[in-house]
């Protein structure tokens, strides 16, 4: 087990902001792919998994880090997709 220091307000914030981007870029990613060669092709289906794939970090992290009681909350504006830390 290593000891790590918990997660200052500032990463917690920055953790979110690069999250919400990454989850953005994935999309548009999926999007120009699907276009490209077709929702059912490989390229399409690694594009969909690699989004899936971090809307489940995104759930994780929403659900609370159970080392230091850390979590990101959604905002509660209308339509907002954007996640901020809560401690």
């Not at 990463?11 to 077709?38: H, P, V, W």
Request: with cysteine; net charge negative; proline share 2%.
């Amino acid at each position: 087990m290593t000891n790590r220091a918990s997660a200052t307000p500032e990463q917690l914030s920055e953790l979110a902001a690069i999250l919400t981007r990454m989850r953005f870029e994935c999309d548009s990613l999926f999007d120009l792919i699907s276009t490209m060669y077709g929702r059912e092709g490989a390229r399409a289906v690694r594009a969909q998994e690699l989004c899936n794939h971090l809307q489940r970090l995104q759930w994780a992290l929403e659900r609370g880090d159970a080392d230091n009681d850390v979590r990101l909350v959604q905002k509660q504006e209308a339509g907002s997709s954007e996640f901020m830390p809560q401690l």
